[in-house]
């Protein structure tokens, strides 16, 4: 015959069966429910997490575990053990003992970092735009004392207060800002968290911005101020390409009107230079000719009887080219006198010689009486 205790437990079989198959189906409902969502569809009331499912869940987390005297903390866990009603320890990882009756588990806290999905939620900007936005939440539970007894729901709490803190950021950025310093809006809301909730014994590790949705026409209005911009850039691009090739040419026929100055500079220069220097060979040749028809005509016989000659020639030479070089020519009166001319010529000659030689003379004259006087003056001295 079974015992009193063993029927109960018999008892307890279907029931205990029943729940978990009631437990099984919410759960694959649940599953349903969101493949639905993300798939795109319109999730119905019926196929929606209902709130016997949700409150059988949270029991299951957290409900405590029943004092056996001996139990085993796991790792990354903390117990917070309640005597008589009051608080008494807090149980680290390994081996515990509690008292029979007198100790109950009463909380477990889980000291693993938690991701926490912030639903979709609007946010109005600075500059009066209405924004779409998600995150995610990172936080870890640091002190189990005041995340037992400092908050009610820690979860829902810093979800709540991740929200709130959101929208306070938002409204003191513009659009452009929001979308540009993200990293500094997340960074803003981890101090904000950080500041309210550490009351609580949680810390918020870090937070994402996951999307950021504008409305249709702001986003509208964004795609044609970025044509605007572009097609700003490319027209200031061609022009300053327009502008450097003109200063390009430009420089260029500069460059060319310097060095053809240049080069006429020099022309003229090297034709100055080679006129000069034709000039002066000329001088030269003429020079020495002279001087070597002064030296004939006063080193030789008959050289004034040949200068005669010569004097004769050229101007009879003279005389017949007048008639080629213009129709109106002018003739002397003598122009018959050949004799007459030739001699005037070598008479303008002789005087021009004798001049020169009376110059000669005085000049050896004035030098001779230097000599003398600068003699005298030392045979006296």
């Known amino acids: 015959m079974l015992s009193s205790k063993s029927a109960q437990a018999i008892g307890r079989v279907p029931l205990i069966r029943n729940q978990a198959l009631l437990l099984r189906s919410f759960h694959q409902s649940n599953l349903a429910a969101n493949n639905n969502m993300h798939r795109g569809g319109s999730s119905s009331p019926s196929k929606s997490p209902s709130p016997m499912y949700a409150q059988m869940m949270a029991q299951r987390r957290t409900k405590p575990p029943r004092n056996t005297v001996i139990k085993f903390v796991p790792q990354q866990e903390a117990w917070v053990v309640e005597r008589m009603g009051r608080f008494s320890r807090i149980l680290e990882p390994g081996l515990a003992i509690l008292v029979p009756v007198l100790d109950r588990i009463s909380y477990t806290q889980s000291l693993k970092e938690v991701a926490v999905e912030i639903p979709t939620q609007s946010a109005i900007t600075q500059d009066n735009v209405t924004l779409e936005l998600d995150g995610v939440l990172y936080y870890k539970v640091v002190d189990p004392y005041k995340a037992s007894y400092g908050v009610a729901n820690a979860e829902f709490s810093v979800t709540q207060l991740a929200q709130t803190t959101m929208r306070a950021e938002i409204g003191q950025m513009t659009l452009d800002t929001t979308l540009a ?201």
């Open 181 to 381: 310093e993200r990293n500094l809006l997340n960074h803003n809301i981890v101090n904000a968290i950080n500041a309210a909730s550490e009351s609580w014994g949680i810390a918020c590790l870090r937070y994402e911005i996951r999307d950021i949705h504008p409305p249709a026409k702001v986003v509208e209005a964004m795609h044609s101020q970025v044509s605007a911009e572009r097609s700003k850039r490319a027209q200031i691009l061609e022009s300053e390409g327009s502008r450097q090739s003109a200063i390009n040419v430009a420089e260029g026929a500069k460059q060319a009107q310097i060095l053809a100055s240049e080069a006429d500079k020099m022309q003229q220069i090297n034709r100055a230079m080679g006129e000069a220097e034709a000039i002066r060979q000329t001088a030269q040749a003429e020079a020495t000719a002279i001087e070597r028809i002064a030296l004939a005509i006063r080193g030789t016989d008959g050289g004034e009887m040949a200068a005669s000659l010569h004097v004769a020639q050229q101007y009879v030479e003279a005389f017949g080219n007048i008639a080629k070089q213009a129709n109106t020519i002018v003739v002397p009166a003598s122009a018959n006198d050949v004799a007459g001319m030739v001699t005037q010529a070598m008479s303008v000659f002789s005087t021009v010689t004798a001049n020169q030689k009376r110059h000669h003379k005085a000049n050896n004259k004035l030098l001779d009486e230097g000599d003398g006087g600068f003699g005298s003056e030392q045979i006296n001295h």
